[in-house]
């Protein structure tokens, strides 16, 4: 922006006409000199950031006021002269004189304050171009700055482009590994499937297999055991009857005795009771006889007796008894178990093994009774003498009930 004018005000002349030409002209002078009148078109305010440099004018500001008040002064001297020569015209030459020192003053005065304004205008010349060339490097520093930005703005959008470029080409990439796992696994779940239904078929062949040779095995071992049971427990019980008729004789012998010791009431009671026992015992010794009897003759091959309807009817009775008496050892009669009495129905196999376990069909009342009776049949199980009846028999007997009461299983 053009600085304002500065205007010096034109101090009063005296009335000679060659002091007001001289000051005249030194003023106009000095004016010319320090007034700078625009000449161009004020210039578009530039954004950029400018840097100057603000020169003090103090001391021509000084300077000027001391030219004010030396031609102050002048003009107070031209007054008095004027006043002098009023009323001395006497001292006019004097006076002129004295003016003509005053003009060659006031001329070095002009010529000092001319050349101190031509330092000042050099000044402000230099501070205008010294601005000049800060604005011209704030703006091209301005534009480096823009460019730098600008470069970093491309080069941001291309990383960002490259980057984009390169999440897509990874997820891509991932899709498609993401695809050809799905298909691995796909294939591996086939291939699994298959092998696994090929085993399945392998171990259901090899269990058909094997259970079939169990049951080859176990025909043949009950077979066995049947055979070598039927020997035994007819070994074990003559064995049982003997020791039995021992016992018994030695406690009937000892019973009489005390009974020849005791009242004859109390005799003749015990008595009663022996000979009760010895009927029951008797009655059950006769049965067991007759049922090993027909074992017996079934084991020795007797095929004419066992084809006979009567001989089978006797064998299968015999086969119950014996169930029974087996029964009947193992079973463990509960205490306090007296008026109490279940039924139990017992389902065989071909073997003589439990198809079923053993269930109540007429239940005591007491489940504790009734369990030590399902326990008893199981206990006693297998009952391989079935295999030993008729073929014509056999069947009707695989299923049949026990009764169990306190005085044993009937």
């Known amino acids: 922006m053009p600085k304002p004018r500065r205007r010096l005000r034109e101090g009063r002349v005296g009335y000679g006409l060659p002091t007001i030409l001289a000051v005249g002209l030194h003023l106009g ?17 530039n954004n950029a950031i400018v840097q100057a440099t603000l020169i003090s004018t103090a001391t021509t500001t000084d300077q000027a006021q001391q030219a004010a008040e030396a031609r102050t002064r002048a003009a107070q001297r031209a007054a008095e002269e004027k006043s002098a020569a009023e009323e001395a015209a006497a001292k006019e030459q004097e006076a ?22 031509a330092a000042e205008q050099q000044a402000r010349e230099e501070a205008e171009q010294q601005a000049e060339a800060e604005r011209q490097q704030a703006a091209e520093q301005a534009q480096a700055e823009a460019d730098r930005r600008a470069a970093e703005a491309e080069a941001a959008a291309k990383q960002r482009a490259a980057e984009e470029a390169r999440r897509q080409e990874a997820q891509a990439e991932a899709e498609q590994k993401a695809q050809e796992e799905a298909e691995r696994q796909a294939r591996e779940e086939a291939e699994r499937k298959a092998q696994e239904e090929a085993e399945r078929k392998a171990r259901e062949e090899a269990e058909q297999k094997a259970q079939e040779e169990a049951e080859r095995q176990a025909r043949e071992e009950a077979e066995r055991k049947a055979q070598e049971e039927a020997e035994r427990k007819a070994k074990e019980e003559a064995e049982r009857k003997a020791k039995e008729e021992a016992e018994q004789k030695a406690k009937a012998e000892a019973e009489r005795q005390a009974q020849e010791q005791a009242a004859k009431e109390e005799a003749e009671r015990k008595a009663k009771e022996e000979a009760e026992r010895k009927a029951k015992e008797e009655a059950d010794r006769r049965s067991r006889e007759e049922a090993e009897a027909a074992l017996q003759r079934l084991i020795q091959g007797d095929t004419d007796a ?7 009817e006797e064998a299968a009775n015999g086969f119950i008894q014996m169930v029974r008496k087996a029964v009947e050892q193992t079973w463990n009669i509960p205490p306090n178990s007296e ?25 005591s009342g007491n489940a504790g009774f009734d369990n030590t009776a399902i326990q008893a049949v199981q206990a006693a199980a297998p009952f391989s003498e079935l295999l030993e009846l008729p073929g014509n028999v056999r069947n009707d007997y695989r299923q049949f009930n026990l009764r169990f009461d306190p005085g044993g299983v009937h």
């Open 306 to 312: 066992v084809s006979n309807a009567e001989q089978g």
């Open 96 to 117: 002129q004189a004295e003016q003509q020192a005053q003009q060659e003053a006031a001329q070095a005065e002009a010529e000092r304050q001319a050349q101190e304004q």
């Open 29 to 45: 002078i000095l004016i010319l000199s320090v007034v700078k009148w625009p000449f161009s078109e004020p210039e578009a305010p």
């Open 339 to 363: 008026g109490l009495s279940a039924r139990i129905s017992v389902r065989l196999g071909p073997s003589g093994e439990l198809l079923v376990p053993p269930s109540v069909a007429e239940s």
